[in-house]
């Protein structure tokens, strides 16, 4: 039980830092006009994958136990290769 509340506050801790960090990137790259737009937009697609994330894992995990971290690598390098396309500012 007590590595379990150890990792849940490394990852709260984790995503208090991150959230505000993307959130100032985001803003920065949108057209000034269109800035809450993009800012809803982008809590929305991450309010579906706080919901739809679980969800996969849960159903792709009785085929295999490292199926869902595979899963989530794969995505995570894709993300990467799309954010190697981005424009510098």
């Not at 849940?8 to 737009?37: C, H, K, N, W, Y």
């Not at 899963?71 to 799309?82: E, H, I, P």
Request: glycine letters at 8%; hydrophobic letters at 55%.
């Amino acid at each position: 039980m007590a590595g379990f509340l150890i990792s849940l506050a490394v990852s709260v801790f984790g995503f208090a830092f991150m959230t505000p960090s993307v959130q100032a990137l985001i803003s920065r790259r949108s057209d000034p006009a269109r800035q809450g737009e993009v800012l809803g937009v982008n809590q929305s697609f991450s309010a579906l994958a706080r919901i739809l994330g679980p969800l996969v894992g849960l159903s792709v995990q009785p085929f295999s136990l490292m199926l869902p971290y595979a899963l989530a690598a794969l995505l995570l390098v894709g993300v990467g290769l799309l954010a190697t396309r981005l424009n510098r500012v």
